[in-house]
């Protein structure tokens, strides 16, 4: 068919009327249903519609079975702890009176309310502990032999913690010794003590003479001229050689004329106090170290010290045993203090004065 060619046109049979469309599907509106009257009691399912079968046969109605409604049980009276003896009112909560807004019914209300919560009170929770535990003090009271060994254990800390750097106990009253110095010096002597091989034994017989003693101490301008005799009659009672004890006296306070010696008090006198002993108990003290009425007890209570605390005590009797004790490293140079003393000693036995 060619472009020229006229196109066909359409039937002229055709109404004139628009042809309307068949609809594809009905819509039916049924009626509301009733609204429900609230102050009546109603099935909750009367007012939906009937379900309607698939199939276009006839159902047969079911009959719906509705349980019975049962009715409300009566509440049970909780009677309170009131005596029997009490009004049934009172007893059971009720008032059989019309007055049942007065006070006394709120009160025996209140009183009601009280007992039951007291008897739906949760009680105290109890913790179960393992099997086996044991506290603290039953531990202890099981066992007092562990509660000793720690009270004696503290006992020996706050000692080691309180004692003093020098061992100066003493037990020196003052005055000569008497019968009781004489047996202990007895005892001394016969005790042996062994000495290492190249150590100074402070044991023995005088060495030097009482006026050689005199003459050191005058040399060097000491307060304790004169007291030569008591140094060697201490030596000889305790057994200990005075060339030593001098050393000490000399080395610890350059024979009392060194003006930092602790002995020297304000007044210009002096504690006597030889070796520079703590007071450590003593009777009487001036600031850290002991007091002596007199050279006699300062130089008996030295020897006193010497003999108790490390020769029987302890069985040290070299000048190389005793220093480390009497005069320790934390505030002495012990190996100058043992220098010091075993050159002293050796030098008076050689008849020089120094």
């Known amino acids: 068919m060619s472009a020229d060619a006229p196109r066909p046109r359409k039937s002229a049979n055709l109404s004139a009327e628009p042809r309307r469309k068949q609809p594809q599907f009905e819509v039916h509106h049924a009626p509301l249903p009733a609204k429900p009257n609230l102050l009546t009691k109603r099935d909750l399912f009367e007012d939906l519609d009937e379900p309607r079968p698939r199939s276009t046969g006839t159902v047969a109605p079911t009959r719906q079975v509705v349980p019975p409604v049962r009715p409300p049980e009566p509440l049970q009276r909780v009677p309170s702890r ?17 007055e049942r807004n007065s006070l006394p019914r709120r009160a025996r209300d209140l009183q009601q309310a009280s007992s039951l919560l007291h008897d739906i009170a949760p009680s105290r929770v109890a913790y179960a502990r393992e099997p086996g535990y044991e506290g603290a003090g039953t531990f202890l009271l099981g066992r007092p032999w562990l509660l000793v060994m720690i009270v004696l254990s503290s006992a020996l800390i706050f000692w080691f913690a309180s004692a003093s750097p020098k061992t100066i106990i003493s037990s020196f009253s003052g005055g000569l010794s008497g019968a009781t110095t004489s047996s202990l010096s007895n005892a001394f002597k016969a005790r042996q003590v062994a000495t290492a091989a190249g150590e100074h034994s402070m044991l023995g017989a005088p060495s030097i003479s009482a006026q050689f003693i005199d003459q050191v101490l005058a040399h060097y301008g000491s307060p304790a ?115 010091t003393v075993v050159d002293l000693a050796d030098t008076w036995r050689q008849g020089v004065v120094r």
């Open 82 to 98: 009131l005596p029997l003896g009490a009004p049934e009112e009172a007893r059971f909560g009720e008032a059989t009176s019309p």
């Open 225 to 339: 001229q004169g007291t030569g005799a008591i140094w060697v009659e201490m030596g000889q009672r305790y057994g200990i050689d005075p060339a030593y004890a001098l050393a000490f006296f000399v080395h610890e306070s350059s024979a009392g004329t060194n003006p930092g010696w602790a002995g020297i008090k304000s007044g210009g006198s002096t504690t006597h106090n030889v070796g520079n002993i703590i007071c450590a108990g003593y009777a009487t003290c001036y600031g850290r170290f002991r007091d002596y009425a007199s050279w006699d007890a300062g130089i008996e209570d030295w020897y006193k010290l010497i003999a108790n605390e490390y020769v029987n005590d302890r069985g040290v009797a070299t000048v190389e045993g005793v220093i480390p004790i009497y005069a320790p490293s934390f505030e002495n140079d012990v190996g100058t203090y043992v220098n």
